[in-house]
């Protein structure tokens, strides 16, 4: 018979040694003034911190509190999401060994599916499917926060320019509204891999035009200003050079 134990291992502790290659572990450091090692390296863990292990990683951790560490060790878990969790196009390498701090509702979350696991792996009556999917979640979650993490940025200037595109043009302006400079923010997106701020501003800007555009009978000029755009003459070439047709012909393209 297939048993809980026979796929998860549970420790609580306040002094945790691991340095077998084995499983991926999940670390949940639930109080403050924690020190782990990772792979010889010491740092500091705040409270509500989770850290994945792969299984080749060395760790060591130790608090003066009480229970201040949870290890959940997977010893056979689909590899679909740990594929997805340590794919380096997803999150950097930096970041798969990055410990990652919740906060808020998080942390009742997280505590929550944690404290779960706990109970149905002491109860152990052919609950593995449950904690199995108890553990996915754990894993998408923490995901979530690497990836939101790598990509805070890229989310922030997304966020502005659906906010403001049809009344700031300018790369300066979404630059300050995130307390960096233009250069900056144009090589934050880049390591990204994603477009130049300039571009992804005038992309929202044609599409909402295309979109008037075609399903509006709003006049060209009015679609201009609503836009943002101070004179219909520049709106007019701004179209054509980017569209390669005028406003007019591509509305009529539709038309027909």
Known sequence: MITSQNLFDIQIGSDIL??????YKIVWIKKDACIYRLDFEERKAKANSVLILNPDQIFYT???QKDAIVLLEIKNLPSAILKIHFNPWITSSHLNNSIIE???TDVTL??????????LFKDNHQKHCEIN???NVIFLKVLNAKIEKQYKTVLAFDKLVVNYYKTDHLVASYANKLN?????????LSKQGINKPHNII????????KKLLRYTNKPIKEICYELGFDDPAYFARFFKKNEGVTALNF????EN
């Not at 960096?180 to 934050?188: D, F, G, H, M, R």
Request: charged letters at 25%.
């Open 18 to 23: 691991i340095n077998d290659v084995s499983h």
């Open 251 to 254: 509305r009529k393209q539709a």
């Open 110 to 119: 997280l505590n929550e599916l944690i404290e779960n696991v706990i109970r």
């Open 62 to 64: 130790s608090s003066q």
């Open 133 to 135: 999917h108890l553990i």
């Open 180 to 188: 960096i400079t233009p250069k900056q923010l144009l090589l934050k």
């Open 202 to 209: 005038k992309n929202r800007l044609l599409l909402e035009a």
């Open 102 to 104: 919740f906060k808020g």
